[in-house]
T-cell receptor, first 111, second 116 residues
Framework: DQQVKQNSPSLSVQEGRISILNCDYT??????FLWYKKYPAEGPTFLIS?????DKNEDGRFTVFLNKSAKHLSLHIVPSQPGDSAVYFC??????????FGSGTKLNVKP | NAGVMQNPRHLVRRRGQEARLRCSPM?????VYWYRQLPEEGLKFMVY????????ESGMPKERFSAEFPKEGPSILRIQQVVRGDSAAYFC??????????????FGQGTRLTVV
């Protein structure tokens, strides 16, 4: 069962504009959400996280928004840079259990 | 503090051979996770281990696959009698135990297994 879903397999954005990556989840027990970035032939690297007690967390150009009622989170990157081009995975877990990952969104930032 | 170390980075096995993938977690991390990524797909959970314990192996195929995380040494993912469908990138991640606080998992570079 796919408890974390990323419905957009790819996204193309112009350099300097905002990138918005979306993620939906089905398990209301999830209380911790994360975004990872992955380059080809490398392991995923942690980007930003948010606890379910918050609705927003910001770190530099990256902001994650959580809408618990809609079971939806999003990652905003502004301004987008060509180096941001990668596959982005959202993940969720609860009670220190395994991390559930979405299928990923491939972001292409055009110069 | 070195990151999560996986070896080998690349592994080629003939059908029917055994594959052993190793993962050394970050220092101080007691939780290890294994994920598999098939070409053009996302990260699929395989198994979650703590030292000497398998916590969740719901993602492991019932046959040929096993994992361990001994008291000393790295975590091992073992695939017996490999088949072509086992060809994938296998990622290990580790996280610390922080009491009642959630923490992120840190990933290794992965082992790319090719079965010929």
């Amino acid at each position: 069962d796919q408890q974390v879903k990323q419905n957009s397999p790819s996204l193309s954005v112009q350099e300097g504009r905002i990138s918005i990556l979306n993620c939906d989840y089905t398990n209301s027990m999830f209380d911790y959400f994360l975004w990872y970035k992955k380059y080809p032939a490398e392991g995923p690297t942690f980007l930003i996280s948010i606890s379910s007690i918050k609705d927003k967390n910001e770190d530099g150009r990256f902001t994650v928004f959580l809408n618990k009622s809609a079971k939806h989170l999003s990652l905003h990157i502004v301004p987008s840079q060509p180096g941001d081009s990668a596959v982005y995975f959202c993940a969720a877990n609860s009670n220190f259990n395994k991390f559930y990952f979405g299928s990923g969104t491939k972001l292409n930032v055009k110069p | 503090n070195a990151g999560v170390m996986q070896n080998p980075r690349h592994l080629v096995r003939r059908r029917g051979q055994e594959a052993r993938l190793r993962c050394s977690p970050m220092k101080g991390h007691s939780h290890v996770y294994w994920y598999r990524q098939l070409p053009e797909e996302g990260l699929k959970f395989m198994v979650y281990l703590q030292k000497e314990n398998i916590i969740d192996e719901s993602g492991m195929p019932k046959e040929r696959f096993s994992a361990e995380f001994p008291k000393e040494g790295p975590s091992i993912l073992r695939i017996q009698q490999v088949v072509r469908g086992d060809s994938a990138a296998y990622f290990c991640a580790s996280s610390p135990f922080e009491g009642n606080m959630n923490t992120e998992a840190f990933f290794g570079q992965g082992t790319r297994l090719t079965v010929v």
